[in-house]
Structures are given as structure tokens and as C-alpha cells.
């Protein structure tokens, strides 16, 4: 657990690619992945039994056999070494994650890193200059290193860990002083989502808003209080006004889904090669689905539907199912866990519904997440023996119609849009 969580916090914070340490080219990331891996190889806990373990390996495969399949052996080699650690996290943090306890704290520390990206956000859009001796873009638009240099990738981790940060304040504490602590963290949170200028992530937290008053109110009430909601951000003095399909940007969106359904179409197997989207189109896909069925074709597409269908069902189970509960103890450990289940789903739901505007199937903040589902869903079912097991061999032509109706839905809205 302490070395996952290390990796967790240099992967989001990055203090390695500081000014002054980054000259120093220490190998922490790697150092902390192994020293996790070798704590896990040696423990008496370890599970593999839920679907997303195979599927997201397999997935890896396909990405390799998808760059041997269009002709570069070594990209197969490439692929391997940039998306393994990614595999190897997520199986490292779901099996740590497997107690409510350590749900939590997983859950803490992603919230708290991400408070510190917003916070060097505020500095950055304050001061012109952020600690890390990095301005703004010369849009305005706040910026952070590595992975979260664009800030569309700041604002979906900001959009992932809300949720955490708003169930972690429902818990109190300390007289009430953590939940003032972690719902500060959250409106921090939110102004980082406003600096990053993200329309994709604007539209995310309208959407986690809705979802979380659906789970509670129903559809009727999520659907009034998203109208209104969408009017406010109308109001604000931003890009964000420009949310328009006709909007160069926007446009240019929708040109560059065309360009993958078209890429999906010359190579309907095994895709263009895992990576190779910009080599066919100048723009990147700006939608994780097409992008997965361009670059990996419908067999990659299948499983990696698979992987996060998996999760949303998972959670949506988690959240609605009703087992026997024979005394309090009982009744106040499941609430933990239906509160759980209910926090990781709209997190899910957020991070999908800008992931839909942005190219980002492959970035470890969403294998982060997927890992924290599995581990409560594996833990729950151990804790609530009721829970239903979910296994792939039934499920595989299930995930096949899901992938093929996916298809159709993205070629219809890319018609209408153009």
C-alpha cells in the first residue's frame, strides 16, 4: 500500500520533474513501481478474479499486435514499455485498495495531489508563474508539468477526484474541522476546473451534478437542475461560451471523429496501430471511443468496452443492491460501502463525459479510478457475499452488440454534427 501510494503521488504531483531535481533524472517512478511489485509478490493478499484483470491485459496485446498488424514490429516493443507500468498500477492499487479503509485513504491522497496542482493553478493564474517555473498558456489557460502539461488533462484529473472530495467531507470529524477541510479542497477543486478553461470539463461537473441527483431525486429533478446549471455556465466570461458545434474548435472535433471512422473503416481488425491516429490526421481524435476504434479496431474496441463497462456495472450494482442485514453493524458498514459505490460512479460518469471530447483512452488517471472500483467491488463482495460475481466467460457477447451499437451511435452523431 505505502509504495503504490508513492507512485500514485509522483505520478500526479511530479515532484521528480521539478526545477533543480529534474536535472538529476532520478528513476522514482520506476523505483516506486518495483518496489510496489515486489511488496505485492510477497503479501498473502492477491486477487485476480474480476474481469478488468484479463481484459486490461489483453487490451495491452492488442495494442501490440495492432502496430505488428500494420507493419512496425517494433512498435509492438514501444507500446509494451509505455502502457505495462500503467497495467501494472492498476493491478498494484485495486488489489491494495480491497478495505474500506484503504478506499478512503486512496481516495485522500488522489484529492490532496490534486489540490495541489489547483493551487499552483491559482499561483500560476495570480502571479503569471507557478512554482514550477511554468507560465500560463498564452491563451490564459493554466498549465502544469508532465502528463498534466495540457490543461485539458488538469482538468479531468480535477473532474475525477471531485466526487472523492465531496464524500470525504460527508464523513466530518474532528468536530466538524475535516469537513470544512475537504470541502474546501472541493470549491478549490472547482475554481482549478474554471482556471483550466476545459469545456469538456465544465460540461463533466454539470453532468456528475446530474448524475448524483439522479442516484438521490430521480431523472425528472437531474434533468431541470442540468438545464439550469448548462444556463449558468452560459453566463461566464470564458471560452466556455463557445460551446457550439459550428465553433472552429468544435468543428474541427467533429472533422477529426470523421477521420477516425474512416481510419476504423480502411482497417476494421486491428485499427491504424495503437498511437498512429496523428500520423493519418493532424489533429489528434478528441474522443477516447473513436480513438481506441481507429487506432485498435473493433476487437480492441470490444475489450476496452468491456474494461469500462465493467466498472460503471460494477458500481451501479454496488449502489442499488439491498442485501440482508441482520444488525446495525451491518446496516452502517453497507451504507459505507453504497456511499462508496455511489461516489466512484459519478466519478466514473465524470470522467467519461469529457473524456467524450477528448482523446485520453490511455492516460493512468482513469486506470487510477478503475483501480479504486474493482478494489471496493472485490472488498464489498467479500464483506456482502450477496454481491453478484461477474464473470467474462458470460459475458462476452454482451460486450460484442455493446461495442457494434457503440459504433453506429458514434457514426450517426458524426453525421448529424456534420
Given amino acids: 500500500m505505502l509504495f503504490i501510494l508513492i507512485y500514485v503521488v509522483l505520478v500526479i504531483v511530479r515532484p521528480q520533474e521539478y526545477p533543480g531535481i529534474v536535472e538529476q533524472q532520478l528513476p522514482l517512478l520506476p523505483a516506486a513501481l518495483i518496489c510496489a511489485l515486489i511488496a505485492w509478490g510477497i503479501s498473502k493478499h492477491k486477487s485476480l478474479r474480476e474481469p478488468q484483470y484479463p481484459l486490461l491485459l489483453a ?21 509494451l514499455s509505455q502502457f505495462a507500468p500503467t497495467v501494472a498500477a492498476f493491478v498494484l492499487l485495486s488489489n491494495a485498495s480491497w478495505t474500506q479503509r484503504r478506499v478512503l485513504i486512496v481516495m485522500a491522497v488522489m484529492t490532496l495531489c490534486a489540490c495541489v496542482l489547483a493551487a499552483h493553478s491559482v499561483q500560476q493564474a495570480t502571479t503569471g508563474m507557478g512554482w514550477t517555473e511554468t507560465p500560463p498558456q498564452e491563451d490564459g489557460r493554466i498549465q502544469y508539468i508532465g502528463i498534466f502539461s495540457d490543461p485539458n488533462d488538469i482538468g479531468l484529473l480535477f473532474v475525477s477526484v471531485l466526487p472523492m472530495a465531496f464524500y470525504l467531507s460527508s464523513r466530518g470529524g474532528l468536530l466538524g474541522l475535516l469537513r470544512l477541510f475537504w470541502l474546501a479542497a472541493a470549491a478549490l477543486l472547482l475554481y482549478g476546473v474554471y482556471l483550466t478553461s476545459s469545456r469538456g470539463a465544465l460540461l463533466a461537473v454539470v ?4 448524475v448524483f441527483v439522479w442516484l438521490r431525486r430521480g431523472m425528472v429533478t437531474a434533468a431541470l437542475i442540468g438545464v439550469g446549471a448548462l444556463g449558468g455556465i452560459s453566463l461566464l466570461p470564458s471560452r466556455l461560451q463557445e460551446i457550439d458545434a459550428s465553433e472552429s474548435s468544435a468543428a474541427g472535433r467533429v472533422d477529426a471523429w470523421y477521420e477516425g ?8 481488425i486491428f485499427g491504424v496501430g495503437a498511437g498512429n491516429f496523428a500520423d493519418y490526421n493532424e489533429l489528434t481524435a478528441h474522443n477516447s471511443f473513436v480513438l481506441v476504434l481507429a487506432e485498435t479496431g473493433i476487437v480492441g474496441f470490444t475489450v476496452w468496452m468491456a474494461f469500462v463497462g465493467y466498472c460503471f456495472w460494477m458500481m451501479y450494482t454496488l449502489y442499488r443492491h439491498q442485501p440482508e442485514l441482520p444488525d446495525a453493524a451491518s446496516e452502517a458498514s453497507w451504507n459505507v460501502e453504497r456511499a462508496l459505490g455511489g461516489t466512484l460512479l459519478v466519478a466514473l460518469c465524470g470522467f467519461f463525459a469529457a473524456a467524450f471530447f477528448l482523446s485520453r483512452s490511455y492516460v493512468i488517471i482513469l486506470y487510477f479510478t478503475a483501480a479504486l472500483v474493482v478494489g471496493e467491488y472485490t472488498g464489498a463482495r467479500r464483506r456482502f457475499p450477496s454481491l453478484p460475481e461477474f464473470r467474462l466467460s458470460n459475458d462476452i457477447g454482451r460486450w460484442l452488440i455493446v461495442s457494434i451499437v457503440s459504433v453506429i451511435v458514434l457514426y450517426i452523431v458524426v453525421r448529424a454534427l456534420l
Avoid: K, R
Fill in 59 to 79: 487490451f495491452l496485446a492488442i495494442m501490440m499486435i495492432s502496430e505488428v498488424f500494420n507493419g512496425w514490429a517494433g512498435g509492438a516493443a514501444e507500446q
Fill in 207 to 210: 453532468f456528475m451534478a446530474g
Fill in 261 to 268: 471512422l474512416q481510419m476504423f473503416q480502411s482497417q476494421p
